[in-house]
Structure formats: C-alpha cells, structure tokens
C-alpha cells in the first residue's frame, strides 16, 4: 500500500497532543458546569436552507450526499436544498433549530454549552482548519432576554480561558463592542447600509483602513467624511468606562447622536464596568469589533492571545435576537464560541505547553515468563481497581528489555511481581521507579504513586 497523503485542515494530533486537547476540553467543560451550563448534542447535519440562511457561509458549507446520489449534485435549486443535508458549519445555527424543536420542554432561561466537531470548506492555514472543534456557551430566553446575561457570557469565558493559564495559555483579551452602538452612529451620520458598512470594518485588521476607507465609498456609498467618521469609532478602545465618553463626543462632533447609540452606549458601560471589577484587564471595548455574521444584534466578542494576536480571535460571539423563532415565538440568546482547536495547535506550535508523558499508563507489570503472566495480570488488576492506570508487558523478554520498553513509553514505574521460591511460594513484589533507579518492595493492594505520576498532567513547557 502507497505512503497516505495527509489532508491539510484536518488535525490529528499525536498522543501526547490529544492529552493537552482532553485537558483544554475538561478545563472548559468543568468551569461551563460550575456556573450552571448544561451539555447538549446535535446531530452533525442540518438542511442546506437552514445552513445557508444566515451570515455569509455558502462558500463554506460542506454538503453532504450518497455517493449514488441519483439526482446529483449540479441541481442545488430551492426545493433540492430543502432535502440536501450539509455539515454544520458551527454550532449556533444548530442550537437555533434545536431550541425550537424542544422549546415545550426546556426551562427558560437556557444555559447550554455544547463542545463538538463542525466543518468549514476555508482555505486551511495556521490555526484555521476544515474539520475542528468547538466549545460554546449560550444563555437564551423566551421572547425576552436580560441584557445582564451579555455582561455574564463573556466573563465565564474569561474565568474558563483563565483556568488554562496554570498549564501556560498566554493572558487572554476579550474585546467587546455593541451592534446598537454601530448603528445608532452609522445611522446618525447618515449611512443606512449598516450590515455593509459593518463588513467592511470587520476587515481592518486584515487590509487596514486605507483599503476599507476606499471600500466604504465603493461599496456602501459612504462619502469621504463618512467613511472618516466610521474609522474615527472604529479607533477607539479602552480598558474603563471612559471609553462611552469618548464615543458620545465623537457622536456630537458629527451630529450623530441617535437614541439606539445613547442605548448601545448604556449597555456597553454597564459590561465595561462589570468586567472591570470582575475581570480587571481581560474585557477590553474596542469598537472596531464588527463580527461579519448579520444574526448578532447587540454586544459582540473576539478574544485574542496576548502576544499571539497575530493568530487572530480564539473566541467570539455575541447576542442575537432573532436567529432562533418560528414566526410566533422568538428565542433571544447570547452566546461565545471557543475555537479548541485552533487553541490548542498554538499551545503545541508555540511550544507553549507538553504532557509530562504520552501515555496513562502510570506502571508497567513486568512478566517473568509467559507462564507466569497470569501473577503480572493479578497485579495490573488490582492497581487498576484503586485508579492506577497500568500495563501488562507484551512479552516477557530480559527485564532490560522490559525496562527500555517502559522508558520508551514514557512509563515511570516497572512492576516486578516476587518470584516463585523452591517451595512453590511467592517473593515479595518489588516496584522501581526508572527515573531514579530507586527500587522498593510493594504491594499491589497498599502502594501509591506520587500525585503527579498517578495520570499523565499537562503543564508548562520549558
């Protein structure tokens, strides 16, 4: 058989690897629980319509078919959509249908974190893969939703993002802004395409604003002064509540006081000023945040690595009003979305942090001879039965060997069961640990490992 030809954007990472992904993973997962998030999963295909219903995704859209498909692919008009299924491209669009589906039996408000595999046909590069997984939040109420739910969300991504720090992630910034804010200014200074306008600013960090200056003129009709205007917001950022004044001047200087920016203000001072008690320095407003979906209608996040920001947002979100609702009810929600795998290919890139093994085996039994294997097995049994993860050597070749094999493995412990004497009795087990050549007797039903050789850690490298 040929030598396989690896996929790019589809990471499979080595063992050592996928322990520090399993530690991210149990990290996030237990501080979603501790503040009341219940998990859920849906199923990995949705209809194509309702894929492609909002934002701009069709390009990334993955579609799926039988390879004997007797219509084929070519015929992706409105009513073939309505059958085709297509790999969800993320896990809000999901949680929409979901929530309506079990809306008559679900307690609202909702808090649901949801940690899965979704699939995006980009282009793949550092950090941004097809095939990868997610870890969201998301609070949602019915009809109505608190507008401190906006100011909670991205603060338990703080503190989840946070608890990573023991194991060397990097300080995390959360930069936040509010959708009503933009409008009310766009508005005021007389744009009315402000999903345009909003898309374009998204792009700054990419083409900077020279080229999105020019692009709001061509594309969203902006005059010169306009197109200023928008980048004099887009500018401003800052840690405190100062920042509202900040924006609120530039409003007046241009005339674009509105009452949906005097409220998109309110609610952005009452985050800023939560976060800054809460979280000192992680929430930053940042008012260039745009988020290229069109269902967030309130606050959006992004979250950056400090010194890593080349990398780009691992983590965003924002509050939407209206992606969830079947025409008489509607489903309001604020949720955050981290990219876990876009996370951990940096921590492993950058060197930033190493498993202290590859394996959980914390013991290797060694076998004396294959007629004695049965003794090694009673041994692994009971260190298994008091949560020691061990192993069974694969042959019973010269303990050397068995001892390299253990080395090779990453393993710290060799198991040496006591040997048979001349009157058909059993010696004492002996148990060495191969890093420091100590070797003691031991028995299988009282003997520890140290805490930190018990299971394999995760801890910073270097």
Known sequence: ?????????????????????????????????????????????????????????????????????????????QQNREKQLGLHFDLTVPFARYVLENAGRLAFPLRRYQIQKV??????????????????????????????????????????????????????????????????????????????????????????PDKVSGLLVTECGATEDQAKACLALASISGADVGVIAEVRALAESYGAVTELLETG????????A?????APGVVVADLKIARGLDYYTGSVYETVLVGHEQLGSVCSGGRYDTLASDGRNTYPGVGLSIGVSRLVSRLLSAELVQATRS???????AVASEE??????????????????????????????????????GIPFVWFPGSVGEDGGRGADQVKDIRSGDQVDADAAAWEPPAEDRWPRVVPKG
């Open 359 to 365: 394996v959980p085996s914390a013991v290797l039994v």
């Open 274 to 278: 939560a976060a800054s008690e809460r």
């Open 1 to 77: 058989m040929a030598k396989p030809t690896p996929l790019s954007g589809f990471p499979e990472w080595l063992p050592d690897g996928r322990i520090v992904e399993q530690h991210v993973l149990d990290t996030l997962r237990h501080t979603f629980e501790l503040h009341g998030f219940a998990g859920i999963e849906t199923r990995a295909v949705e209809p194509l319509d309702q894929l492609l219903r909002k934002g701009e995704t069709s390009k990334e859209v993955y579609v799926l078919s039988r390879l004997q498909d007797e219509e084929g692919l070519d015929k992706l008009d």
């Open 119 to 208: 699939w995006r046909g980009e282009r793949p590069q550092e950090g941004r893969f097809r095939e990868f997984i997610q870890a969201d939040i998301d609070v949602v109420g019915a009809g109505e939703l608190p507008y401190h739910f906006e100011v909670e969300a991205p603060l338990v991504m703080a503190e989840a993002l946070g608890a990573l720090s023991e194991i060397g992630l990097p300080p995390v910034r959360i930069l936040v802004n509010n959708r009503r804010v933009a409008e009310g200014f766009y508005r005021g200074v007389g744009l009315d395409d402000v999903e345009g306008v909003l898309r374009q600013i998204d792009k700054l960090d990419k083409i900077g």
């Open 372 to 409: 004695e294997r049965a003794a090694s097995d009673v041994v692994a049994t009971a260190l298994r039965a008091r949560d020691i993860p061990a192993e069974v050597a694969p042959s019973a070749a010269k303990f050397g060997k068995q001892i390299k094999y253990a080395d090779r493995r």
């Open 265 to 272: 203000l309110a609610e952005l001072g009452a985050l800023i």
